[in-house]
C-alpha cells in the first residue's frame, strides 16, 4: 500500500513542472465520475490583453497534453475510474471581453476532444491571497451561466 507521502511526492513529480504545471487535479465529491484540473490565473486584465491570453493558451495547451499523453493517469490513478476531465480555470480578475469570447472559442474546440472548460472569477477580500489548490474560497460564475464548456486550438 502507498502512503498518503509518496503518493504526494508521485503527485508533485507532475504537477510541478515548471511552464506545464498543473495547478491542482482533484475528483469533486458531488460528481465521482469527473476530473477536475484547474488554472488559477491571477493576472490582471489591464496590461497586454494578447500576452495574457497567450500565457493562458499555453496553459491550457499544457493540461490537454496532460490530459491526451495519458501523464494524468501516472499523476493521479484515481483518475483512471473517471470518463470526464474538465479544465477549471479560477481568475482572479474579471475576464475582459476579448478573454470571453476567446474562452467560448476554446470551450468549443475542447468539446470535440471530450474535455470540458469552465472558469470563474474569485471574489477575494482585499488581504487574501489567490491560493493555488484550495478553494474554499467564495467563488462567482462569470459570466452569471455559470459553468461554460470549450477548448483551445493547439
Known amino acids: ?20 504545471k498543473i495547478d491542482s487535479i482533484n475528483i469533486p465529491n458531488d460528481n465521482r465520475n469527473t476530473v477536475s484540473l484547474g488554472i488559477s490565473d491571477h493576472l ?29 493517469y501516472e499523476a493521479f490513478p484515481a483518475s483512471k475510474d473517471t470518463e470526464l476531465k474538465i479544465i477549471d480555470i479560477y481568475f482572479k480578475y474579471n475576464p475582459a471581453g476579448e478573454a470571453i469570447s476567446f474562452l467560448e472559442q476554446v470551450s468549443n474546440v475542447l468539446q470535440s476532444i471530450n474535455i470540458e472548460l469552465s472558469y470563474q472569477t474569485l471574489k477575494l477580500q482585499k488581504s487574501q491571497p489567490l491560493a493555488v489548490g484550495i478553494f474554499t474560497l467564495s467563488l462567482s460564475s462569470y459570466p452569471a451561466s455559470g459553468r461554460h464548456s470549450g477548448a483551445i486550438p493547439v
Do not use: P
Not at 1 to 20: P, W
Not at 53 to 68: G, M, P, R, S, V
Open 44 to 72: 490582471t486584465w489591464d496590461d497586454s490583453i494578447g500576452e495574457h491570453l497567450y500565457k493562458l493558451q499555453e496553459k491550457i495547451n499544457a493540461y490537454i497534453d496532460f490530459i491526451e499523453s495519458g501523464e494524468i
Open 1 to 20: 500500500m502507498i502512503s498518503s507521502d509518496q503518493r504526494r511526492r508521485q503527485r508533485d513529480k507532475y504537477v510541478s513542472r515548471g511552464c506545464e
